[in-house]
């Protein structure tokens, strides 16, 4: 499983250039080199698996998450089509969209749990759910029904723009914590 990754809300012009560049090693250059590294290892041998962890952002390009959430597609168009293009060589390729998975992400994202849509899937869970997934040779999961429902039913326009709006809050929420710690630096 492939899992590391990260990133912080708020507008895409107000980041850093050399600090993009390092998250898109993070969230999808790391993930071209495992692939590419075991998939050979994998298909030489005739047997093997991998979990790439994406992001359920990487379904939508999010505002004020536009560069995670194009890094995250990254894995998610990779792994979808590694399911199917090393099936035939006995290696089964899946990739989890998780949105919202109750992890320090949360905190670290500034988001308030109460104001989420869905009250967030407890860690454990959401890696039970998604081995089950693996093992039924699935190309790719969302943790949690509720989620995958809201997926399927909620227009695109209308869960860009939501998702961005809670994002901008969550952005605004972290810069006043760093104003605040930075207040009470002696
Ligand atoms: N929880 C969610 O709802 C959610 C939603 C969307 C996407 N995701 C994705 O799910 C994956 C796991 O995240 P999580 O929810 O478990 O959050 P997390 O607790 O913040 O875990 C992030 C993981 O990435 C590792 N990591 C971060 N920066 C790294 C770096 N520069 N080099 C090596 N490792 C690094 C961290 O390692 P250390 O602990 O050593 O720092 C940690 O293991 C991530 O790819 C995240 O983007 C999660």
Sequence with gaps: MSNAGGGSPGPFLD?????LHRRLVLNATSYLELAHGFGRRFVARGRGGMVLVAALGAVHGL?????????KAYVLMLGEALH??????????MVMLPGNVDTPIIDAYGLERAELPIRP???DAAVRETVAAFLKKRPMHI???????????VPRSRAVRMNGRMLGKAADRLAARDLAASSVTP
Excluded: F, I, K
């Design 84 to 93: 199917y293009e090393l099936e035939s060589a006995g290696v089964d390729v």
């Design 121 to 123: 899937m407890p860690a």
């Design 15 to 19: 980041q850093a250039l050399d600090e």
């Design 143 to 153: 943790p949690g029904r509720l989620m995958r429902l809201m997926t399927r039913l």
């Design 63 to 71: 505002p004020n998450m536009a560069h995670v959430s194009a890094s």
